[in-house]
């Protein structure tokens, strides 16, 4: 029931504007490995099922602020979680839980559209957007979270893959949805389907009951459809039957879902399998665990499909558009989907689509290889060796890494994919029914339980040295006329979460050049920040690309003298200096827009030609100081570094101008002077005293 999340959420949005989603969390348990009893002693995991094995969520939750979220991350691969230090000093207690299942339900503001139509660049709302508004520290630019926590006699759970989906399915069967139970169909659906629930968690359906033979067993949970037949001798245990399927006898099933239409042969056995319509199982075939035969395949007689097959009958073309990754398909074209009455049935009638159900009669299943042929008209791939010489199917397989676009495949080969083979294969099989993830647990508790810097600042980079020392590891610019920090380069390296290609400082600038002055200097804040956390920037590289933007937006001409610099920059700078307040945290920010204003000086073209002309340069400098932009502590500290460079070079040149030596010589007397008049007052009161 989330119509008291739903009302709270209401209200603190009403409050405070900034309270703009809220999400269902369940607690479900954390993972963990640990060693079974007994002389063969073997690690044994422990873990919900609910859970997707691609996601490992931690969230941080401060119970006396209405559950507001501090912390969401759910990748598997870190060892260590960065927590602004801010946080403690804001909130009295926070909770950092392993505990919670995110159910994929948020209560959302309209402010989250107009987020995402402002960020379009969001390709992950959770890894993303959730991530980054929780981690947000300045007030003002903050988008509050809050987590509804479920109640233990509240379900709720989403499904990923065919793993969970099963996983799901088992606990709908099992009552822990109830009143949500295929036994209690909303009002309309007993004209069509009323399943009776029967001994061992078996629902029958009524109207149109089953035959089912005298010497066969059938074990719930499970669920058995509409106008099915099954033969003698049959064995079938936790397995959901679909509409109209004909099973023959001496069947064995175990833990499989089939959905409509589905013709099992005698003495065939199916394991911890999916069999969609109108698929055939020949006689004696066995169809192994993680399995997914498509809709009107055919395995043939004898055959042993290996576990994990998937088995389909749609073109490479069709796999481009609707491939089996995407489980949440309903494509009937992908040659594994179901459609919608059809799906609903192996689902336990949780999403209650029976009423579409187009065939009235007809328990008869059509066969499958002339229901492939009559549909599509034309010779259907067959891989032969695998499905048998009287099988109809091909052997789907995932992409390459090479060929994905994606980061799912990259997520999981660095952090867990542990089969050995093709990350992309071992990913598909961690996401089948029946998949042993003992050994991908393993090597997560490897990697997390890996040392690590925990006090390493994610925030500027990780560039680790002190914001007061700049030695010869800050680098201030480089002589031949690059001038821009090291820290705004990748070095031909790709910098974690920063989308390839991306041009950070260039995509800042144009940012900050399509601003309007007459619009509040923060809603240009919020879109820097939100472009910042999307691209793993930092806050140098914003106050770099706000620099370059400011110097394009003064129109600087060929033939501007320097006291209209000045003053055009100054008239500039009363609408910006707020932003640079706002992104300025210490020395490294502030230095990063001398030396933008140093890269356009170098750089050459009508800007580089006036900034590059003494005095034009210390009237920068002197302009910025007096604006209460860079501190005098910030250029003394560029001025030590360029006194080591290269004096021949472009940037050499530009710092050693009589002018600009002249400010900085003045403002090291003024620092020295400031230093003995702290001192001398100091004394005085000591001979006071």
């Given at each position: 029931d989330i119509v008291p999340a739903l009302a709270a959420h209401k209200a603190r949005h009403k409050k405070d504007n900034s309270a703009i989603m809220t999400m269902l969390l369940k607690r479900v348990g954390w993972w963990d490995v640990t060693e079974s009893a007994g002389d063969d002693a073997e690690e044994v995991v422990r873990a919900s099922p609910l859970r997707s094995l691609g996601d490992d969520l931690v969230v941080g939750i401060d119970p006396h602020d209405q559950n507001r979220i501090l912390l969401f991350d759910s990748d598997p691969s870190k060892s260590t979680l960065p927590l602004p230090t801010s946080f403690f000093s804001s909130h009295r207690q926070i909770d950092v839980r392993t505990d919670m299942l995110d159910t994929g339900i948020d209560i959302c503001s309209p402010d989250v559209l107009a987020r995402f139509s402002d960020e379009f660049d969001y390709r992950d709302i959770r890894r993303q957007f959730v991530a980054n508004s929780c981690a947000e520290e300045e007030e003002g630019l903050q988008n509050r979270i809050y987590a509804h926590i479920l109640g233990p006699s509240e379900y709720a759970a989403r499904i990923h893959d065919p793993r969970t989906y099963a996983a799901v399915s088992s606990d709908l069967l099992r009552r822990w949805c109830y009143p949500v139970v295929p036994d209690n169909l909303p009002s309309g659906y007993e004209k069509r389907y009323r399943y009776v629930l029967q001994r061992r968690y078996v629902y029958r359906e009524a109207n149109h009951p089953a035959k089912i033979g005298r010497s066969s067993k059938v074990v719930g949970p499970g669920m058995v459809g509409s106008r099915c037949r099954i033969g003698e001798g049959c064995i079938i245990k936790r397995t959901v039957i679909g509409n109209y399927c004909t099973i023959d006898s001496n069947?064995?099933?175990?833990?499989?879902?089939?959905?409509?239409?589905?013709?099992?042969?005698?003495?065939?056995?199916?394991?911890?399998?999916?069999?969609?319509?109108?698929?055939?199982?020949?006689?004696?075939?066995?169809?192994?665990?993680?399995?997914?035969?498509?809709?009107?395949?055919?395995?043939?007689?004898?055959?042993?499909?290996?576990?994990?097959?998937?088995?389909?009958?749609?073109?490479?073309?069709?796999?481009?558009?609707?491939?089996?990754?995407?489980?949440?398909?309903?494509?009937?074209?992908?040659?594994?989907?179901?459609?919608?009455?059809?799906?609903?049935?192996?689902?336990?009638?949780?999403?209650?689509?029976?009423?579409?159900?187009?065939?009235?009669?007809?328990?008869?299943?059509?066969?499958?290889?002339?229901?492939?042929?009559?549909?599509?008209?034309?010779?259907?791939?067959?891989?032969?060796?695998?499905?048998?010489?009287?099988?109809?199917?091909?052997?789907?397989?995932?992409?390459?890494?090479?060929?994905?676009d994606d980061s799912d495949y990259d997520d999981f080969a660095g952090s867990q994919g542990g089969g050995g083979g093709d990350p992309a294969e071992e990913l598909v099989k961690s996401q089948s029914i029946g998949y042993d993830e003992t050994h991908l647990f393993l090597k997560r508790l490897g990697v997390q339980e890996e040392e690590d810097d925990m006090f390493s600042d994610d925030e500027h980079g990780g560039l680790g040295n002190d914001d007061s020392d700049f030695g010869d590891d800050m680098s201030f610019g480089v002589g031949g006329g690059s001038g821009m920090m090291s820290s705004n380069l990748d070095d031909g390296l790709l910098i974690t979460g920063r989308q390839r290609g991306v041009d950070v400082v260039k995509e800042l600038k144009q940012l900050c050049l399509e601003h309007e002055t007459s619009s509040p200097i923060e809603n240009l804040a919020i879109e820097l920040n939100s472009f910042k956390f999307s691209q793993n920037a930092t806050y140098s590289d914003c106050a770099t690309g706000a620099s370059l933007a400011i110097l394009e937006r003064i129109g600087i001409t060929s033939d501007m003298t320097a006291p209209k610099l000045v003053a055009a920059l100054k008239k500039e700078l009363s609408h910006w200096v707020p932003l640079f307040h706002k992104f300025c945290h210490g020395l490294e920010e502030e230095n990063s827009i001398i030396v933008a204003m140093e890269t356009a000086a170098v750089g050459g073209g009508a800007i580089g030609d006036v900034l590059g002309k003494a005095p034009a340069f210390r009237f920068i400098l002197q302009t910025l100081h007096q604006e209460e932009v860079v501190g005098e502590e910030a250029i003394l500290a560029w001025a030590e570094s360029r006194r080591k460079g290269d004096p021949t070079s472009a940037v050499g040149k530009l710092f050693l101008q009589e002018p600009t030596q002249e400010f900085i010589e003045w403002l090291q007397d003024e620092s020295e002077s400031g230093s003995d008049d702290e001192s001398g007052s100091s004394d005085d009161e000591s001979d006071e005293d």
């Open positions: 069947v064995r099933l175990e833990d499989s879902h089939l959905w409509q239409n589905v013709t099992i042969e005698d003495g065939a056995t199916v394991n911890q399998s999916i069999l969609c319509d109108g698929c055939t199982i020949k006689k004696g075939a066995v169809v192994g665990k993680g399995c997914i035969v498509g809709k009107d395949c055919v395995i043939g007689e004898g055959i042993v499909l290996p576990d994990f097959t998937r088995v389909t009958l749609c073109t490479d073309d069709d796999d481009e558009d609707d491939d089996f990754g995407d489980f949440g398909s309903s494509d009937d074209d992908s040659g594994f989907s179901s459609s919608d009455e059809e799906s609903s049935s192996e689902e336990e009638d949780d999403d209650d689509d029976e009423s579409d159900d187009n065939e009235e009669g007809g328990g008869v299943a059509v066969g499958a290889a002339s229901s492939a042929d009559a549909g599509t008209g034309v010779d259907v791939e067959t891989d032969h060796d695998v499905v048998g010489r009287d099988g109809l199917g091909r052997v789907w397989k995932p992409r390459s890494l090479d060929d994905d």
